[in-house]
């Protein structure tokens, strides 16, 4: 399993374990699901092949499946070869096979011949589509590696990226587990039912399908009025200054499995802000030399007040791209508040702040209340406006029986 970041931020999954299930029992199929989440990653997506199977496609990073999103791009097609030149010098190679991901590699040049010897075997006819300067070419030019005409059926050359033109398709965004197990595909159907599969359907906490916005319904609300190097937006420009919303939900949940190991101690309390994690400790029989001999083994700090304990931990992480667009704040504000509500299952789950107001720019803060959640979830929940210019400026968190409750301030900037 690989991860290609393209330069906005937006995580694509490349190789990744996939396995066709046979539709059956809904406690056989969930406990096949679980014990393959073991092994190959906590993060799935199920997909209807077929009526009688399901394919399970598993990582264990969070992110969106490149390979199927480019066969949507191009149309689905049956027999398709995609190749790239990434940044780093690697090139991308994206192989559909009778509809089927068959290759979905990134590799040094030099590979490239080998990695499409069973496409060679295969004497199928492929439409080839190739981006930037790689070594694969469909006619003979000294030093690359020629296709033999006969599997090509279209071959196109283009000097632009397409990494960089593919949507953040929701339907190919790999879920936790918890989420995952929620689909569908693993719910309990009626006796006549149970060997026929309903249309593919996509859900996150039973609410997307019908409430998530497109791209295309988001951008709708991008004012392209000027650029945030204005002096009149310099507060907007600032207050962007600041990681992207998943990166900092997944640093969390890292933290978080740190310290629940504390030895002898128990971790009652997380608190977020001001670009560092304080947490709070119950002692189950731990001493504090222990601790603090354990605290300075992961160089955290740890200071006690009375009887307070805490542990302070710096987040490490670096700012997002600079922002080029302007949103119009009141419509970007209305529309999080129905989005997260919804997202929250709780009509109230979102309140909102009083407008602030510094030159042209202007930001409103959202209180989410969260309950019973996962370190998952609020992963997930970040990818809602990981591309907006929305800040995480606080989180405490309580810790229940494995799972969070508590409260998230965001920002949401805008004009």
Same mark, same amino acid.
């Given at each position: 399993?690989?991860?290609?970041?393209?330069?906005?931020?937006?995580?694509?999954?490349?190789?990744?374990?996939?396995?066709?299930?046979?539709?059956?029992?809904?406690?056989? *199929?969930?406990?096949?699901?679980?014990?393959?989440?073991?092994?190959?990653?906590?993060?799935?997506?199920?997909?209807?092949?077929?009526?009688?199977?399901? %394919?399970?496609?598993?990582?264990?990073?969070? +992110?969106?499946?490149?390979?199927?999103?480019?066969?949507?791009?191009?149309?689905?097609?049956?027999?398709?070869? =995609?190749?790239?030149?990434?940044?780093?010098?690697?090139?991308?190679?994206?192989?559909?096979?009778?509809? *089927?991901?068959?290759?979905?590699?990134?590799?040094?040049?030099?590979?490239?011949?080998?990695?499409?010897?069973?496409?060679?075997?295969?004497?199928?006819?492929?439409? =080839?589509?190739?981006?930037?300067?790689?070594?694969?070419?469909?006619?003979? =030019?000294?030093?690359?590696?020629?296709?033999?005409?006969?599997?090509?059926?279209?071959?196109?050359?283009?000097?632009?990226?397409?990494?960089?033109?593919?949507?953040? /398709?929701?339907?190919?965004?790999?879920?936790?587990?918890?989420?995952?197990?929620?689909?569908?595909?693993?719910?309990?159907?009626?006796?006549?039912?149970?060997? /026929?599969?309903?249309?593919? =359907?996509?859900?996150?906490?039973?609410?997307?399908?019908?409430?998530?916005?497109?791209?295309?319904?988001?951008?709708?609300?991008?004012?392209?009025?000027?650029?945030?190097?204005?002096?009149?937006?310099?507060?907007?420009?600032?207050?962007?200054?600041?990681?992207?919303?998943?990166?900092?939900?997944?640093? *969390?949940?890292?933290?978080?499995?740190?310290?629940?190991?504390?030895? +002898?101690?128990?971790?009652?309390?997380?608190?977020?802000?001001?670009?560092?994690?304080?947490?709070?400790?119950?002692?189950?029989?731990?001493?504090?030399?222990?601790?603090?001999?354990?605290? %300075?083994?992961?160089?955290?700090?740890?200071?006690?007040?009375?009887?307070?304990?805490?542990?302070?931990?710096?987040?490490?992480? /670096?700012?997002?791209?600079?922002?080029?667009?302007?949103?119009?704040?009141?419509?970007?504000?209305?529309?999080?508040?129905?989005?997260?509500?919804?997202?929250?299952?709780?009509?109230? &789950?979102?309140?909102? &702040?009083?407008?602030?107001? %510094?030159?042209?720019?202007?930001?409103?803060?959202?209180?989410?209340?969260? /309950?019973?959640?996962?370190?998952?979830?609020?992963?997930?929940?970040?990818?809602?406006?990981?591309?907006?210019?929305?800040?995480?400026?606080?989180?405490?968190?309580?810790?229940?029986?494995?799972?969070?409750?508590?409260? *998230?301030?965001?920002?949401?900037? +805008?004009?």
């Amino acid at each position: 399993m690989a991860t290609v970041i393209r330069k906005d931020g937006l995580h694509f999954i490349i190789q990744a374990y996939r396995e066709v299930l046979p539709i059956r029992k809904k406690s056989l *199929m969930v406990r096949d699901v679980k014990q393959l989440t073991e092994q190959n990653g906590q993060f799935l997506r199920l997909f209807k092949k077929g009526e009688k199977n399901l %394919e399970a496609v598993f990582s264990k990073e969070p +992110g969106f499946l490149l390979a199927e999103i480019i066969r949507e791009h191009f149309g689905h097609p049956e027999n398709l070869l =995609v190749c790239e030149a990434l940044p780093d010098g690697k090139i991308l190679l994206v192989l559909i096979r009778d509809g *089927m991901v068959h290759l979905d590699v990134a590799v040094t040049p030099e590979r490239v011949p080998s990695e499409l010897t069973s496409m060679i075997a295969s004497q199928k006819k492929y439409k =080839v589509f190739v981006y930037g300067n790689t070594p694969l070419t469909g006619q003979m =030019v000294e030093g690359k590696f020629q296709l033999p005409a006969q599997l090509i059926e279209i071959f196109q050359q283009f000097n632009d990226s397409l990494l960089n033109q593919l949507p953040a /398709s929701i339907q190919f965004q790999l879920l936790p587990l918890p989420i995952a197990l929620k689909s569908d595909y693993l719910k309990s159907m009626p006796r006549a039912l149970y060997f /026929s599969l309903c249309a593919i =359907v996509i859900i996150l906490l039973g609410w997307w399908i019908f409430h998530t916005p497109t791209e295309k319904t988001r951008v709708e609300y991008v004012m392209h009025r000027a650029t945030t190097s204005m002096p009149t937006y310099q507060a907007y420009d600032q207050a962007l200054e600041t990681p992207y919303p998943v990166d900092q939900m997944k640093e *969390m949940g890292t933290v978080l499995s740190e310290l629940a190991i504390a030895p +002898g101690w128990v971790l009652s309390q997380l608190n977020f802000s001001n670009n560092r994690y304080t947490a709070h400790f119950t002692s189950q029989g731990g001493d504090l030399e222990t601790l603090e001999s354990w605290a %300075e083994s992961h160089r955290f700090t740890m200071a006690t007040a009375s009887s307070n304990l805490t542990i302070t931990i710096p987040s490490k992480l /670096s700012a997002r791209v600079k922002p080029t667009k302007i949103y119009s704040l009141d419509k970007l504000v209305s529309f999080l508040v129905d989005d997260l509500n919804n997202f929250l299952e709780n009509s109230n &789950g979102v309140s909102v &702040g009083e407008k602030q107001t %510094e030159g042209r720019a202007s930001s409103v803060e959202l209180k989410l209340n969260l /309950s019973s959640v996962s370190p998952e979830f609020l992963v997930v929940l970040a990818t809602e406006v990981n591309q907006l210019p929305v800040v995480i400026t606080s989180v405490n968190l309580s810790m229940g029986d494995e799972l969070l409750n508590g409260t *998230m301030i965001m920002t949401v900037w +805008g004009d």
